[in-house]
């Protein structure tokens, strides 16, 4: 029985398992690539998408409890050629380095800014909790605050 989610606006019935894990069906069924497997088990932040605005691990997440929702994925961030002010400010603060976990600390990001539009160091340390092997935590942070106060 078909699953259906709506992914960056547009509405999918996917013929998949419940338990599938929903980064599985958005990266294999519908072909969008941008979110990363990282660990599997929701520790590292790899993975992370909105569903209903609200940032999850999707490597763990049945695609069952999608059903219904609305789910964002960093290729659907940015709207009509506008990049999202989350994205642009990682490229002004030259976050990425290597790369790998940054779509899924962009997704974070951008829920924490929807949720606390001016957050502190301690509200983005908990809010944060991707795991970074480069280290750009503290230009994460910077990103962050630009987009607050702009």
């Not at 974070?108 to 750009?136: F, H, K």
Request: glycine share 10%.
């Amino acid at each position: 029985m078909a699953i259906t989610i709506t992914v960056n606006g547009q509405d999918h019935a996917l013929d998949v398992a419940g338990d599938t894990p929903l980064l599985w069906a958005i990266r294999d069924t519908l072909g969008l690539t941008g979110t990363k497997f990282g660990c599997g088990i929701s520790a590292c932040g790899a993975c992370t998408m909105l569903v209903n605005g609200r940032a999850v691990r999707s490597c763990t997440l049945p695609v069952s409890a999608a059903e219904g929702a609305a789910v964002t994925t960093i290729e659907g961030l940015a709207r009509e050629g506008t990049l999202h002010k989350v994205q642009q400010a990682w490229i002004d603060h030259q976050v990425p380095q290597c790369g790998y976990c940054q779509s899924g600390m962009i997704m974070a990001a951008a829920a924490l800014l929807e949720q606390r539009p001016d957050p502190s160091d301690d509200e983005i340390d908990a809010a944060i909790t991707n795991i970074c092997r480069c280290g750009t935590f503290a230009r994460v942070r910077r990103a962050i605050h630009a987009v607050a106060k702009g």
